[in-house]
């Protein structure tokens, strides 16, 4: 099975996580990239998905989300004994989920063990983590299931190990400090927290990101000539929702996602877009010229296909 068809491994369940449309964003990666750089990692799909096809020999995930990178690196480093962990966890909630599900979300917020955090990402309502405001974890669990069974858990655990183990650096820093050291010939790609651009505090990020201040950093890598990737915005139908970043960023793309789990749920046929804009510098480096750009569609959840007329290109 080679990468364009194979399954991509995820032990870590993310709401807004991009493995759905990661190969549409694999499109636009040149065929050479020394390092891929992640600020925003969160499930880190989009690394998972170049590192099963090769193409590129280095990795980088950061997010300021620390228990989250601490698990990170337990799952790339130590993939048998957080797998065990998660497994006597999964059994030991038997009869008495509920409870089982507070007493670990209690010890979690407390100790912060990566163990913990997994267990509560497999059960908890719509792999959707919620933070209170003072950082704990306050999710509540989807008590209609028990979350991934231990051997599907421990498949995907060892396959990430084995894609990235020994070719990734793991940070927990705020992602400027991250930027400032990116070089040419590395690509980021950065999917960072779409309302951290309102006001008010957003319960499912550690910390806000402003947008002023991310369009200024994003205009320092388009001086330095940096690749880059970025999905900030979209819409579904009509109704968009982010806010767009500036025209001089880069070149903004729609990917057609396909029919929202919301529009289902309510019996309509609303599709989702997902805005990508890419740096000029690696618009310049692609095999497609810049004139001849395609344009993706890619259904959630099917390998994506290039068409003409299936994106909306600005």
């Given at each position: 099975?080679?990468g364009d068809?194979m399954?991509?491994p995820?032990?870590?369940?993310?709401q807004?996580?991009k493995?759905?449309?990661?190969?549409?964003?694999?499109a636009?990666?040149?065929?050479?990239i020394?390092?891929?750089v992640?600020?925003?990692?969160?499930?880190?799909?989009?690394?998972?998905?170049v590192a099963?096809r090769g193409?590129?020999?280095?990795?980088?995930?950061?997010?300021?989300?620390r228990?989250?990178?601490?698990?990170?690196?337990?799952i790339i480093?130590?993939?048998?004994?957080?797998?065990?962990?998660?497994?006597?966890?999964?059994k030991?909630q038997k009869?008495?989920?509920?409870?089982?599900y507070?007493?670990v979300?209690?010890?979690f917020?407390k100790?912060k063990r990566?163990?913990?955090?997994?267990?509560?990402?497999?059960?908890?309502?719509?792999?959707?983590?919620?933070?209170?405001?003072?950082?704990?974890?306050?999710?509540?669990p989807?008590?209609?299931r028990?979350?991934?069974?231990?051997?599907?858990?421990?498949?995907d655990?060892?396959?990430?190990?084995a894609?990235l183990?020994?070719?990734?650096?793991?940070?927990s820093?705020?992602?400027?400090?991250?930027?400032?050291?990116?070089?040419q010939g590395?690509?980021?790609?950065m999917?960072?927290?779409y309302?951290?651009?309102?006001n008010?505090?957003?319960?499912?990020?550690?910390?806000?990101?402003?947008?002023?201040?991310f369009?200024e950093?994003?205009?320092i890598?388009?001086?330095?000539?940096?690749?880059?990737?970025?999905?900030?915005?979209?819409?579904?139908?009509?109704?968009?929702y982010?806010k767009?970043?500036?025209?001089?960023?880069?070149?903004?793309?729609?990917?057609?996602?396909g029919?929202?789990?919301?529009s289902?749920?309510?019996?309509?046929?609303?599709?989702?877009?997902?805005?990508?804009?890419?740096s000029?510098?690696?618009?310049?480096?692609?095999?497609?010229p810049?004139?001849?750009?395609?344009?993706i569609y890619?259904?959630?959840?099917?390998?994506a296909?290039?068409?003409?007329?299936s994106?909306?290109?600005?």
């Amino acid at each position: 099975m080679d990468g364009d068809t194979m399954k991509m491994p995820q032990p870590i369940p993310y709401q807004g996580s991009k493995r759905n449309i990661a190969r549409a964003i694999l499109a636009f990666f040149p065929t050479k990239i020394n390092t891929v750089v992640e600020p925003f990692a969160g499930s880190a799909a989009v690394s998972v998905a170049v590192a099963a096809r090769g193409k590129a020999s280095r990795f980088h995930l950061n997010d300021i989300n620390r228990p989250l990178m601490d698990l990170w690196t337990e799952i790339i480093n130590n993939p048998t004994s957080i797998a065990d962990s998660y497994e006597r966890l999964w059994k030991e909630q038997k009869g008495q989920e509920r409870d089982f599900y507070d007493f670990v979300r209690n010890q979690f917020n407390k100790t912060k063990r990566a163990d913990y955090f997994l267990y509560l990402l497999a059960r908890c309502v719509k792999a959707s983590v919620r933070y209170n405001s003072k950082g704990e974890f306050n999710q509540s669990p989807d008590n209609r299931r028990k979350g991934r069974e231990p051997q599907n858990m421990r498949d995907d655990v060892l396959a990430v190990s084995a894609l990235l183990k020994g070719k990734i650096e793991i940070t927990s820093k705020d992602y400027k400090e991250v930027l400032a050291n990116v070089s040419q010939g590395d690509l980021v790609y950065m999917d960072p927290p779409y309302q951290g651009v309102c006001n008010g505090r957003d319960t499912r990020y550690y910390r806000a990101v402003d947008f002023d201040e991310f369009v200024e950093q994003l205009r320092i890598l388009v001086q330095d000539d940096i690749w880059f990737i970025v999905s900030y915005d979209g819409r579904r139908g009509h109704n968009k929702y982010g806010k767009d970043l500036p025209p001089d960023i880069g070149r903004k793309i729609e990917i057609n996602a396909g029919r929202s789990t919301q529009s289902t749920l309510l019996g309509e046929s609303k599709i989702t877009y997902e805005s990508l804009y890419l740096s000029e510098a690696l618009l310049g480096n692609l095999d497609i010229p810049i004139s001849k750009l395609p344009k993706i569609y890619s259904f959630a959840g099917k390998p994506a296909k290039l068409f003409t007329d299936s994106c909306v290109e600005y």
